[in-house]
């Protein structure tokens, strides 16, 4: 069977920033495997699945890489987390 197929991991947050933050630093760690993609990362209300917010940036950087600052960041993209 040809596609690509997603996994959906349900983590329980006490709020969005809970969430956020702790899809942000899930996401840097798993980065270590090549077939993750940070970037697609969000977050949602348990009972409104629907309504999604984004975890990273992801922006194209030169070079073709992504950013991986919080979604929304101030300043330049980057893909380290202090600058």
């Not at 596609?3 to 899809?23: K, M, N, S, T």
């Not at 030169?62 to 202090?82: K, V, Y």
Request: glycine share 8%; proline share 6%.
């Amino acid at each position: 069977m040809k596609g690509r197929y997603v996994i959906h991991l349900p983590v329980v947050a006490a709020d969005l920033p809970a969430a956020q933050r702790l899809a942000r630093v899930v996401g840097r760690w798993i980065t270590v495997l090549p077939m993750m993609n940070p970037g697609e990362m969000t977050v949602s209300e348990e009972d409104k699945q629907f309504l999604r917010h984004r975890v990273f940036c992801d922006l194209r950087m030169p070079g073709g890489r992504r950013c991986m600052l919080r979604d929304g960041h101030d300043g330049e993209c980057s893909r380290r987390l202090c600058r």
